[in-house]
Structures are given as C-alpha cells and as structure tokens.
C-alpha cells in the first residue's frame, strides 16, 4: 500500500508542476514577486516528485522536500499577495514579511503551526479584501483553495492532496492575476 500512496503522490506532484509551469511561463522580468508562487509551486512538484521516487533514484531528498513544503506554506500566498498590492510598497512589504517569519521559524527547527495558521488565515482574508475592492472572481476561488490546501487537508492524506489542493490554488491564482508590461 505504501508503494502505491508513493506513486500516487508523486503524479499529484507532477500535476503541480504541470499547473505551475503554465503560471510560471507567463511571468514578465520586471516583476520581482509574481514569479514567486509560481516558481514555489513548481519547485515543490520537483522536488515531491524526487522525494517520493528517491527509492527509485536511490537518493535521499528529505530534506530538500522538507524545505519546499515550509515554503509552500508560508510562501506562497505571502507572494501573491505582495504582487498584488505592489502599488502600495508598505502593504506589500507586510505581506512578505508575514511570510518571512513563520518560514524561518520553520528552517530554524521551531516550526508553530498556530503562528502559521494566523499568518495563513491573514493573507487569505486580504486576498478576499483584494478580490471584493477590485471585482475580481477568481480572488475569492484562489482564497477557497487556501483553505482547502492548508486548513481541510488531513494528515493521512497529505501527501496527495496537498500538492492537489496547491495545484487547484495555483490554476485560480493564474486567473486572478495576470501581468501586462507594455515594451518601453
């Protein structure tokens, strides 16, 4: 059963990649935190893909996996956010930094799960603010896939509906948010 559970986790990683890799393809250099959760996204379908096939390559990616689903958590929606409100630079700093605090918690082996949850539950409560002032639909599905990804994903099946939920954020997050750089 194990086997299995590995393998099907590891194709729900390579659906987040898939889904990533679309945001990631449409990102523009000049913005700094919109590639952010795209790149988090993808990096995390790599590296689970690795972690639950390490058997298969004979290496150990724990660690590296370890650090990617740290950031998946407290990352993500942070960059989002960031990007969003990058006409305003002290909303938008705020937002990274909530980020920042739970995710170097987490690297410096004192991970809290309730300071993370709050700082979740603050980015998805702003991201619905932000979808509400600014008539965007799709603010309000990439909030509800929050939730799902990180409050209704149980520990038993973490491994492949994580990455699923992520997955399902990330094709909302895309809609919500496209960048447009006129050439100067």
Not at 3 to 10: G, I, K, L, M
Not at 96 to 118: C, E, Q, R, T, Y
Not at 134 to 147: E, F, K, L, Q, R
């Amino acid at each position: 059963m194990g086997q299995e559970d590995d393998v099907n986790a590891s194709i729900a990683h390579i659906v987040l990649c898939c889904v990533a890799g679309q945001g990631l393809g449409h990102t523009h250099g000049k913005s700094f935190t919109h590639p952010g959760m795209h790149a988090n996204f993808f990096v995390h379908g790599v590296l689970g893909f690795l972690h639950y096939q390490s058997g298969k390559f004979n290496n150990d990616f724990t660690a590296a996996y370890t650090i990617s689903t740290a950031a998946t958590r407290y990352l993500a929606l942070p960059c989002l956010m960031a990007d969003l409100y990058r006409g305003d630079q002290s909303l938008s700093s705020i937002h990274l930094v909530s980020g920042l605090i739970p995710f170097v918690m987490a690297l410096a082996g004192n991970d809290n799960k309730h300071l993370g949850n709050i700082v979740i539950a603050c980015n998805l409560v702003s991201l619905c603010v932000y979808s509400h002032e600014h008539d965007h639909i799709w603010g309000y599905y990439t909030a509800g896939a929050g939730v799902l990804a990180y409050f209704c994903t149980t520990q038993v099946a973490t491994k492949i509906t994580y990455p699923l939920f992520l997955a399902l954020m990330e094709y909302c997050a895309y809609r919500l948010f496209h960048t447009h750089f006129s050439s100067a």
